[in-house]
């Protein structure tokens, strides 16, 4: 990953030592400007700080000889660096630790910020509330928005170090996999609005149960300015009755009409989904957001009550919402000789995939055949079987017409489906989930013209080579 920071000029060495925490060598190799910086070697050059960090799988600090060849001037590392490098014309930043070498500098860059900051977290729905909540923004402000799924304890710093000097308010996704990340991640940002979309059955591997997901996803208070907002899911029991004398909590529904924000009348569409909002007792119609199905409307709501406590008018949410444009391989619906396809491969969780079997069966067509074509759910812990065969159970009770399973994850969500008095005959398997050409050659002797296609499954999985298979075929 590489940034480029907003710093105009960019940053001396000596500060960007100050402001990693670190000891600045070598520096009578330091006369020089960083403009950028980057977690991978491969990025480097002699404008671009690499930081080497020790993952789980690489270790960083093995690369730095490679960002040296390519032109890098300056290194932070918390392992020794070689004789080699020192003697070049290097300056070499030491840290006690190079992931947080990365929060203490983005925490100092945003102790100087006048705007707002939106910290987004959740099991599910993070990257489209965060990118709906940053295209109602812009109706009324300069607004940033962390890219893509920046949301690590590596790229979430990354990202709040490029927010440009005239923002006017930014959004940040925080997306974690084990308790005290969030944590971390909410004191360098200190939001002045959090979300949280919802409390789901991701990372239980880690967290134990959903109560521990529920505590995971509160850590973001530990950053909340005072007098903030924390906006939650208003019909999660677990997020009820959350509350505390320092920050406001505002709930959204789509079933409590006691809700701050509430959203009923909604409309499912072919590419689309209208709806209503209730705000104070009064009714705002007709909104519409380019996107289908009715868990897409929660990220509209949170997007409505960011931008109202940001004092946006209800006129320029509604074009923010119009305007919305979903990111790659999330609800992509496009026509393939006929076959309608609906890509949704970023990522799965349970509560992900009953929405998406959910769009499936609002958007097909009359007449059309639906068809699911699922893989493995990933990080799901002990529950994993039992989640799978939920899944299935809840896909037999929708109507499917064929489930085409994918992986050891979708043989579980198969069995699940047939337990549940699924007929056989429409169950279609595939174990070995990379035989790409087997499973692409399977659906074209399946599928007819006029189908609607899902594809879910993990981001790991990579269920898009099966949709880009066919496009090519």
């Known amino acids: 990953m590489k940034i480029t920071l907003s710093i105009q000029n960019g940053i001396t060495a000596h500060a960007l030592a ?17 403009n950028s910086l980057c977690t991978d070697s491969r990025e480097a050059d002699e404008n671009t700080a690499f930081f080497a960090l020790l993952g789980e799988r690489v270790n960083g600090h093995d690369y730095i000889p490679t960002a040296v060849a390519a032109g890098c001037r300056c290194i932070i590392s918390q392992e020794p660096v070689s004789h080699d490098v020192l003697g070049k014309d290097v300056a070499v930043i030491a840290v006690k630790d190079s992931e947080m070498a990365l929060s203490y500098m983005a925490s ?13 977290t959740g099991s599910v729905g993070k990257t489209t509330t965060k990118d709906m909540i940053a295209a109602v923004m812009r109706e009324g402000k300069s607004t940033y928005v962390s890219s893509g799924n920046h949301n690590s304890v590596i790229g979430m710093p990354l990202s709040a170090m490029e927010i440009p000097a005239d923002c006017e308010c930014a959004v940040l996704e925080m997306g974690m996999s084990d308790f005290g990340e969030i944590e971390r991640m909410s004191l360098v940002a200190e939001p002045d609005i959090a979300v949280i979309t919802n409390i789901g059955t991701s990372h239980m591997e880690a967290l134990g149960d959903r109560r521990g997901i529920c505590r995971a996803k509160l850590e973001v208070l530990c950053g909340l300015k005072k ?23 505002v709930y959204v529904s789509l079933k409590r009409q006691d809700a701050d924000f509430f959203a009923q009348n909604i409309r499912v569409e072919l590419g689309g989904t209208r709806f209503d909002v209730v705000y104070k007792g009064v009714s705002y119609p007709d909104f519409y957001i380019p996107v289908c199905g009715r868990h897409n409307v929660w990220a509209a709501l949170y997007a409505f009550a960011v931008a109202t406590l940001q004092g946006l008018s209800p006129e320029q949410i509604k074009r923010g919402l119009q305007n919305f444009q979903a990111a790659d391989m999330r609800q992509q619906i496009t026509n393939l000789g006929g076959v309608t396809l609906i890509e949704d491969c970023y990522n799965a969780a349970p509560e992900s995939m009953r929405a998406a079997i959910d769009v499936l069966c609002e958007c097909a067509p009359c007449g059309s055949r ?35 399973g994918v992986g050891n994850g979708g043989v579980e969500i198969a069995q699940g489906a047939v337990e549940a008095g699924m007929n056989p005959a429409k169950v279609l398997l595939f174990i070995d989930r990379d035989n790409i050409e087997s499973i692409t050659h399977g659906l074209m002797s399946r599928v007819n013209v006029g189908d609607t296609l899902l594809f879910k499954a993990s981001r790991g999985v990579r269920l898009e080579r099966v949709v880009n298979a066919l496009r090519e075929q």
């Open 227 to 249: 007098g903030g907002y924390l906006i939650l899911n208003g019909d999660e029991p677990l997020l009820a009755n959350i509350g505390g004398r320092s920050y406001h909590t």
């Open 370 to 404: 639906r068809i699911a074509v699922l893989g493995d759910m990933l990080e799901l812990g002990r529950e994993s079987i039992s989640l799978h065969r939920a899944v299935g159970e809840y896909l037999q009770t929708s109507g499917i017409d064929l489930l085409v």
């Open 18 to 34: 100050r402001m990693c925490r670190g000891v600045l060598q070598n520096e009578e190799n330091s006369d020089f400007k960083i």
């Open 108 to 120: 100092a860059q945003l102790a100087e910020r006048t705007y707002p900051v939106v910290a987004v």
